[in-house]
């Protein structure tokens, strides 16, 4: 969470909290349009464009918001496709990145006018008519080999192995394709600047060297997503400029002066520092070891408990207090449903608002409703300090509307 949206969100939680119970996730409009600037700026290009990774954030008040600030939309089904178009998107503000995809996507997808990825050759092979521009995806190798959620070339799902590249672009070439670019997603939730931008000239590198083998210009080169945040209080943030700075030097080094546009698809990095997940607590026990029980579950961030992901919890209000460990724990019947083990906090009282920071992107997105805990409301703080209701709370009536009942 940022010091920014810290200190204009904590004075007037208390009231937020009675207007509209907990929990809530709320986000930062001022911080998520200054977030995608200062990423323009960074590259200070002109084609340079960032298409934002709708799956991190995909509610349609944050979508034109960014819209309106410029992006791009990165989709990877035919239901974001839809809201990128709902908010405002047109053709070639769309790029489309999906894996095992069926026909009818990349029909839909093209239908919108989206730059499409090919995860794999095969895939291609089955559109009966190719897009005007096409783009494989390279299948994760050197560096973004080493990330845990992509996989290794040889066991990961997702791309063309580099040695097919070649010829999976030839193919395309000899069905008519006469404009091309490449797609590279190069980690996932990366802190490390210069392992970032290594990866993505990894991406750039392997565009040139097919792009000549070939014989076909590149008109873009897609370095993915997979920025990392700072969700422990002593990370270091990465530095923007330094990644951008790199990824242009490599695109100079690989194709000379001009060169093919740069494209990201960044999601986390854009939204995530922007948003926190307003709870309260509502129990304390103890079983050997320190329970306190939040009003929110899993299902309203499922991250710590999917990867053990770390989440930085406080307690605004309950400074002074004395410091003790707890696990922090939601409500299913699933033990693994806790926001944090063992963390330091401040003696919780029934009542007190706790906040899980950084939830602006694959926070409520990834929510569900097993056990009947159905996903929280989402505000967004505006510039001009209004508070939104963006989506509302789910409720009973949500929860059966796809229910036959009484067939
Ligand atoms: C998830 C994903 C992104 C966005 O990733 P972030 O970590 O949110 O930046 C971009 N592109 C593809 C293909 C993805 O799967």
């Known amino acids: 969470m940022s010091a920014e949206f ?27 349009v200054a977030t995608h600037e200062a990423m323009v700026r960074a590259f200070g290009d002109p084609s340079y464009r960032q298409y934002f990774a709708v799956k991190a954030l995909p509610n349609l008040n944050v979508l034109a918001l960014l819209r309106a600030a410029g992006s791009g939309f990165d989709c990877s089904s035919p239901v974001e496709v839809r809201l990128a178009e709902t908010a405002g998107a047109q053709a070639g503000d ?33 559109v009966d008519e190719l897009p005007e521009t096409v783009a494989f995806r390279i299948s994760p190798t ?7 959620l992509m996989g290794d070339a040889a066991h ?30 190069t980690c996932a939730n990366e802190l490390d600047t210069g392992r970032a931008a290594r990866a993505a000239a990894d991406v750039i590198r392997h565009g040139a060297r097919v792009a000549e083998a070939v014989g076909i210009e590149l008109e873009y080169v897609n370095v993915g997503g997979g920025l990392g945040i700072p969700y422990h209080e002593d990370d270091k943030p990465i530095d923007f400029t330094a990644y951008a700075q790199e990824i242009l030097a490599a695109r100079e080094e690989f194709f000379g002066p ?30 050997g070891h320190e329970i306190v029980g939040l009003d929110a579950s899993m299902s309203s961030l499922m991250r710590p408990a999917m990867y053990g992901a770390y989440h930085h919890i406080s307690l605004p209000y309950a400074e002074g207090r004395e410091i ?41 997105a990834m929510g569900f409703t097993y056990n009947g805990r159905l996903r929280p409301a989402e505000l967004m703080l505006t510039d001009g300090g209004d508070v939104v209701e963006i989506r509302r709370a789910e409720t009973y009536d949500d929860y059966i509307a796809t229910v036959r009942w009484g067939v």
């Not at 060169?259 to 995530?272: F, H, M, Q, S």
């Not at 939601?330 to 693994?336: I, K, S, V």
């Open 258 to 287: 001009g060169g093919p546009r740069i494209l990201t698809e960044i999601g986390r990095y854009v939204t995530g520092p922007h948003g926190v997940l307003v709870t309260r607590v509502i129990n304390r026990c103890r079983k």
């Open 142 to 148: 050197g560096l973004a080999a080493g990330c845990a």
């Open 6 to 32: 810290a200190e204009r969100l904590l004075p007037r939680l208390p009231d937020l909290v009675a207007d509209y119970g907990t929990p809530f996730h709320i986000y930062d409009a001022r911080g998520i």
């Open 94 to 126: 769309i790029v489309f990145t999906a894996n095992n995809t069926a026909l009818s996507e990349y029909r839909a997808a093209r239908a919108a006018g989206a730059l499409i990825t090919f995860d794999d050759r095969s895939f291609a092979e089955k």
């Open 324 to 364: 003790g460990r707890f696990d922090v724990v939601g409500a299913l019947c699933e033990n693994l449903d806790k926001f944090a083990v063992d963390r330091e906090l401040p003696e919780p009282r029934d009542g007190d608002i706790a906040l899980i920071h950084d939830t602006g992107a694959h926070g409520h």
């Open 156 to 185: 990961s799902k997702f791309g063309v192995p580099v040695r097919e590249l070649a010829d999976a672009y030839a193919d395309a070439v000899a069905r008519g394709a006469r404009r091309f670019g490449i797609h590279g997603m």
